[in-house]
């Protein structure tokens, strides 16, 4: 039941002193009179440590009844979202390397159990050109790499009883 205008107090927050709202911001917030809109900036916010963090400043035109027009910034600290962010950062370098590793050492170990047979049957194929007809291969499992053995296997035998036939000749 107050007669004429009410003023309100342009306060502050302790501890939000050093936050500087930019030109272009007060003057966005100015503006929004003729066309309503929430305009916003970057900041650092200072802390005890002497250490800034990451923080946002909203602001907006408030028109309060019988007071007029007043400017009205809020501030956000984003010290735990960008916590929570270097968090997962971490997480997913880490969880990065881990598959990388994961992955060359799967690699590494199909590589050696296919390029094993086949280099020992590549050797030994050399042995048998070179004239040691007694050369074999030994036979493991029934995949693909066992069928090549067993297939060296038989050419070498079939080879060693052709030269040996053609001996007895």
Known sequence: ?????????????PGFEEIAISAELEAAVATEAESPQVAWQSVSIP??????????????????????????????????????LDFVQLTLFGGSAVIVLLIGLITYFIVRLVVGPVRSVAEA???????????????????????????????ADSMQAQIDRLGEL
Do not use: C, H
């Open 1 to 13: 039941d107050q007669e004429g205008p009410t003023l309100l107090e342009s306060r502050q927050s």
């Open 47 to 84: 802390r005890g440590d002497d250490q800034r963090g990451p923080g946002l400043v909203v602001g907006s035109r408030l028109s309060v009844p019988q007071a007029g027009q007043y400017a009205l910034y809020i501030v956000y600290d984003l010290s735990d979202v960008q916590q929570t």
């Open 125 to 155: 194929s050399e042995r048998l050109a070179a004239g040691k007809l007694e050369q074999r291969v030994p036979e493991r499992g029934e995949d693909e790499l066992a069928t090549l053995a067993q297939s060296f296997n038989r050419m």
